[in-house]
């Protein structure tokens, strides 16, 4: 049988070829005329809003509160970007939006390569170092990805409050640390799939060569996984870019926290100020959306490999 | 700017301090004898992700015993979900939480599948499904914010300017009281809130759905297809009879990771719903308001129980279905 799922075991390289014989090609062309306006009719509308959000956010603030953004269509009134600029310097907790852009920033970097370095080092050691209890282990971590990440915000809050939790942690870093503790499962999971199926041989020509386990994992056993760390990579860093929950119950003030955050906290204070929230909005989806159109491969391969988690 | 140098600043920082620490334990273990090098060296490897580890499994269990807890912290036995399935209110977010699964799984997966179906082999396909895909990498908040501009009231609400395209029409106040589904008053039937606020995570689950099914599709065979053509099959007959049993693994994985996303809905409760008012709440939104605005953690605490007594069936059903598909093919 060929693939039923495209890339099972999900981060394998993906190779689908159109090997469509040329008659059924001709076939499925011609058979399914309306069909094709289903779809296209489906997409169209799945654009509008965003379309709407993007036009509205280019118009000036009178413009957006007395017409829609359809009849830019018709009128086309003035176009500015002055929503950008005032929505930059606009205060949100009595910090300029701008500021929160650099908060997300500073927030998933970390937050998507922390996990996964350490997760690698895991399942290296999972799959290559011989101990006691390895495969028990194994077995232990997969079933952990049964569990929501509900379940542990209160204990752990109380924890990163606590005195225990050293004071230089708080904040941003614990964010980091949170989001480390709830990618772990799965990041180890699909990284002891990928390195655990490298060829045996390679590991251990380079072994009886007299190399180190750690000149193993960064000569040999990286570069080799550069397709599975970048798609995890990519679907960690926009889980933690998009993040709203695990930034707002560990991160303390508006000092830490994202563009999420900012951009709640306007809605519920000044949601109709569309001006400012439509601007805001395209601010915080800009990073996401370069990311899905120049890697959409990497992107699709990504999610579906998080489709296994809790 | 200040900011970005201070920001990009510290996560360098963080990923040096992180590098060396690891790279100086290995040097460490690599100076003690043999037998204590081996295993120090598989404990640096190994050490940090197991400490995270503990990070998750200690906080759950604990969880457990928080939820038998009352407000003060004093024992309160199984009241805590005693108080989840007679309240009113309680159950008013399991009913939501219920037409959340059903709803938004079942809508985003036909969409899925006829997408996928029509769209395949389309002239211009890359561009519509990119086009439906597109809502999957922007944030909850993100797409919260574009559905409200779209459900705002007054001249610049799509939705609004289409009702009041009826004649007599009036304008409706979506999101600030409580509007029934044809008037109907019942804890088991979602509110108009809430049903628009489900459109929003079909818009986002659909494009998933999409790519997912429509890559499946790609792979069925084509001699198989043509068999049943040959047949005498239609072309209706052969998608129904052939195709979407061929692909029912896939169709399983989409429907339980829909599942799953459904029931942590949260972001989004909190953008369009304001937090869950006016009869949009769900489960994991509850845990979230019961246990931080509302300090009473002991009932967040059951929430969280409940959700993960929701989840993790689903979660193996799931993981049982990969592992089938993998072996196969």
Redesign the interface.
Known sequence: ?????????LLAPAT?K?E??LM??VA??T??GP??Y???L???F?????L??LI?SFRPEDD???????TWFTEPGNVTFENYSTVLQDKVGGRPF??FF??T??IA??GA???I???A??A???SW?N?KGRDALSVF??A?????L???????LR?FSSDFFPEALDG??SI??AH???G??LA?FLLKNFIGSLPREVIEAARVDGA???SI?VRIVMPLSVPALASLAIFQF?WV?????VAK?FGGGAANQPM?WA??DM??NR??E?QL??A??FI??VV??I??LSL?RY??RG??AG???? | ?G??F???G??VV??AI?VTV?GAL?WLA?QLPEPWR??A??A???G???I??L??????L??FR?SFLDRDEEWYGLGNYRDVFTNGNNIKVLTNTLWWGILVTGISTV?GV??A????????EP??K???F?????????A???????Y?PR????LN?LIQLWPGEQEVTFFLQDPKLFGIQSDWVPGLNSLLIMVVII?IQ???AT??IS??L??V??DL??AARIDGAT?RQAFFKVVLP??K??II?VMT?TV?AV??I??II??MG?GGSFGTSTM?NE??EQ??PQDN?GL??A???L??IA??P???V??RN?RA??E??
Request: aromatic share 14%; net charge neutral.
């Open positions: 049988m060929t693939t039923t799922t495209p890339d099972v075991p689908t159109d469509t014989p059924t090609k499925d062309a058979s399914k069909g094709k289903v779809v296209w489906i997409a169209a799945w654009t509008i809003p965003t709407g959000l509205s957006i509160k007395s017409t829609g953004w359809w701008s500021e650099w908060n920033v500073q970097i970390p390569i922390i996990p370095t350490i997760a080092f895991a290296y050691a999972l170092m101990f971590i997969v952990l990805m049964v569990v929501p509900q379940m542990c915000l209160i204990p752990l924890f941003v870093p980091w640390i480390a503790i709830f772990m499962p180890i180190s386990h750690m994992f926009l870019w998009n993040d709203y929950l119950v999420t951009l709640i809605v519920g949601g109709n569309w929230l439509t805001g909005a915080a989806m996401p959306l990311v899905f959409q992107f699709v999610l579906l489709s296994v988690k809790g | 700017m900011d970005i201070s920001s990009l510290l996560v963080g990923i992180f690891i290995y690599s081996e295993r060296r598989t640096v490897f190994i940090p992700g197991l995270l580890l990070g998750l499994v200690i906080p759950a604990l969880n928080f969409i006829v997408i179906r029509f769209a395949d082999r389309m002239r211009g561009i519509a990119a086009a439906i597109l809502p999957t990498a922007i944030s909850m908040v993100g919260g914010i574009i559905w409200n501009f779209v705002s001249e610049y609400g799509l300017s818009w659909a494009g998933f790519v997912v890559a499946a790609k792979g065979p084509d297809v043509e072309e061929y692909i693994g896939t994985t990771t799953i029931l942590k949260f972001d909190q953008t304001k994991a845990m979230y246990a931080f953690e967040g605490a929430w969280a129980v959700l993960f989840v993790a689903i979660v193996y799931n993981a990969q598909m993998r196969g093919r």
